[in-house]
């Protein structure tokens, strides 16, 4: 675990990933700064060598940004950033006779605590809990999401189902879109989750608000992890919790 004093907020973060029995190997790559109030989750598509390939691409290129462009934090460096991000990892498939893609979310805060920004690409999502309400503060870019929104299949059907596979963007398509860019307040209290799709889809809504509420990070992130292998652990499974106190005056 990291503890971080930003202003008037300390940031305490902790993360783990685990492999599950689906995949052999993790093709989710876990950031979390020791030294900057930044964290990052990313989940490779598929499990051969352009998801590898581009997981680690991916995050070492974002992090190279975020530490190179430090303490400016705004949406046109994060939008450069990822513009980077998304001609390193297309740059790394070229030569494979494969998909080479992977989702991207992160939480980069301001060096005052003031303001933190969501970077969101793919279906690993951003949670926040805050006064005992449990959100979902990013949008699943997969047809899935769109069809679900937009009435083209009921929920749970097999429809449904395949198109959570579908994904409209991602670190490495080829119309290198852009991601989204959320601006947020971080309030004493708040427990923020970065997860990739293997925690949300198998640790129930209810259960996620409750592990989220344990009094420390790491415990929180523990039981998530624990909570995807006695689902299944059918797929790979990563998190990041970052908790929010009052910095305490010396």
């Given at each position: 675990m990291h503890r971080l004093p930003l202003g008037e907020i300390t940031l305490e973060l902790a993360g783990g990933s685990v492999v599950g029995n689906r995949y052999p190997a993790n093709f989710d790559v876990?950031?979390?700064d020791p030294a900057l109030p930044f964290a990052a989750v990313v989940d490779g598509m598929?499990?051969?060598?352009?998801?590898r390939?581009?997981?680690?691409?991916?995050m070492g290129t974002l992090v190279a940004q975020v530490r190179a462009a430090w303490p400016a934090v705004d949406a046109r460096q994060l939008r450069t950033a990822v513009a980077h991000v998304q001609s390193a990892v297309r740059a790394a498939g070229a030569q494979l006779a494969e998909l080479t893609g992977c989702t991207l979310t992160a939480l980069l805060v301001e060096p005052d605590g003031g303001q933190g920004w969501l970077v969101q690409l793919g279906d690993s999502r951003a949670y926040r809990l805050r006064d005992g309400l449990l959100e979902l503060l990013t949008v699943d870019h997969t047809a899935a999401w769109?069809?679900?929104l937009h009435g083209w299949y009921p929920v749970g059907s097999p429809a449904a189902d395949r198109a959570r596979y579908q994904l409209t963007r991602y670190a490495g398509h080829p119309d290198e879109p852009e991601a989204d860019l959320l601006a947020v307040s971080l309030r004493p209290g708040d427990v923020w989750l970065l997860c990739t799709d293997g925690v949300s889809d198998q640790v129930?809504?209810?259960l996620m608000r409750e592990l989220l509420a344990a009094p420390r990070p790491e415990e929180a992130v523990r039981d998530l992890l624990h909570g995807t292998l006695e689902a299944?652990?059918?797929d790979n499974a990563t998190a990041v919790i970052v908790r929010v106190h009052a910095t305490t005056p010396r």
């Amino acid at each position: 675990m990291h503890r971080l004093p930003l202003g008037e907020i300390t940031l305490e973060l902790a993360g783990g990933s685990v492999v599950g029995n689906r995949y052999p190997a993790n093709f989710d790559v876990l950031h979390v700064d020791p030294a900057l109030p930044f964290a990052a989750v990313v989940d490779g598509m598929g499990a051969g060598e352009g998801s590898r390939r581009a997981g680690t691409t991916a995050m070492g290129t974002l992090v190279a940004q975020v530490r190179a462009a430090w303490p400016a934090v705004d949406a046109r460096q994060l939008r450069t950033a990822v513009a980077h991000v998304q001609s390193a990892v297309r740059a790394a498939g070229a030569q494979l006779a494969e998909l080479t893609g992977c989702t991207l979310t992160a939480l980069l805060v301001e060096p005052d605590g003031g303001q933190g920004w969501l970077v969101q690409l793919g279906d690993s999502r951003a949670y926040r809990l805050r006064d005992g309400l449990l959100e979902l503060l990013t949008v699943d870019h997969t047809a899935a999401w769109l069809g679900v929104l937009h009435g083209w299949y009921p929920v749970g059907s097999p429809a449904a189902d395949r198109a959570r596979y579908q994904l409209t963007r991602y670190a490495g398509h080829p119309d290198e879109p852009e991601a989204d860019l959320l601006a947020v307040s971080l309030r004493p209290g708040d427990v923020w989750l970065l997860c990739t799709d293997g925690v949300s889809d198998q640790v129930d809504y209810h259960l996620m608000r409750e592990l989220l509420a344990a009094p420390r990070p790491e415990e929180a992130v523990r039981d998530l992890l624990h909570g995807t292998l006695e689902a299944g652990g059918d797929d790979n499974a990563t998190a990041v919790i970052v908790r929010v106190h009052a910095t305490t005056p010396r």
